[in-house]
């Protein structure tokens, strides 16, 4: 079964440096695109950006373009979503999802991380 | 605001069906056939309901499907069931790796 799990609930201070973790089992996870979508309460999912974990190609949607870096780890099949200095508007639920293999859309989501940023 | 339009809300009875649009461009639902509809439960994922405008995959009633027309998308859900009850959204590739994403549909199963 394809399975992407997601580390748990984090609550951050503002300036506070965060890594999230997503990790792939039931499938060949070197040649599958990984996305990162965030998701605010009560709106609708914003694509981030996406990482190829075979050699950790990486597209940021410009909206998030320096404000988080994704990485990827093959050899433990794992992506990382991180920030070196959460700000209060980083509030979210966080993503990472599959994209369908050569096909343009997500095939498989994680259960999502939430992330609250808060003095 | 949100790059793709989708009514925040729709309703039927069991057994009705209902339609959810999803307006972009030409630039992106009008430009690729790559649009794909989600559904979300409360807590939960979203889970893939359609792809490339009209594919189900695996698992999915046939009681979902997709069409497009110019640079709008639509979900239709036939003969509803509670379990239907979910937020809805849609996503069409826009260009350069990107995908864009709909506000939702809240469905309600009267």
């Known amino acids: 079964e394809v399975q992407l799990v997601q580390s748990g609930a984090e609550v951050k201070k503002p300036g506070e440096s965060l890594k999230i973790s997503c990790k792939g089992s039931?499938?060949?996870?070197?040649?599958?695109?990984i996305a990162w979508v965030r998701q605010m309460p009560g709106k609708g999912p914003e694509w981030m950006g996406i990482?190829?974990?075979?050699?950790?190609?990486?597209r940021y949607n410009p909206s998030f373009q320096g404000q988080v870096t994704f990485s990827a780890d093959r050899s433990i099949n794992t992506a990382y979503l991180q920030w070196s200095s959460l700000k209060a508007s980083d509030t979210a639920m966080y993503y990472c999802?599959?994209?369908?293999?050569?096909?343009?859309?997500?095939?498989?989501w994680g259960q999502g991380t939430l992330v609250t940023v808060s003095s | 605001q949100s790059a793709l339009t989708q009514p925040p809300s729709a309703s039927g009875s069991p057994g009705q069906s209902v339609t959810i649009s999803c307006t972009g461009t030409?630039?992106?639902?009008?430009?690729?056939?790559?649009v794909s509809w989600y559904q979300q439960h409360p807590g939960k994922a979203p889970k893939l309901m359609i792809y490339?405008?009209?594919k189900r995959p695996s698992g999915v009633p046939d009681r979902f499907s997709g069409s497009k027309s110019g640079n709008t998308a639509s979900l239709t859900v036939s003969g509803l069931l509670a379990e239907d009850d979910a937020d809805y959204y849609c996503?069409?590739?826009?260009?350069?790796?990107?995908?864009?994403f709909g506000g939702g549909t809240k469905v309600t199963v009267l």
């Open positions: 996503s069409s590739y826009g260009g350069s790796n990107n995908l864009l």
């Open positions: 990482i190829y974990p075979g050699d950790s190609d990486t």
């Open positions: 030409s630039n992106d639902v009008g430009g690729y056939n790559h």
């Open positions: 039931g499938y060949n996870f070197p040649i599958y695109w």
């Open positions: 999802a599959r994209r369908g293999y050569e096909q343009l859309h997500i095939d498989k």
């Open positions: 490339e405008v009209t």
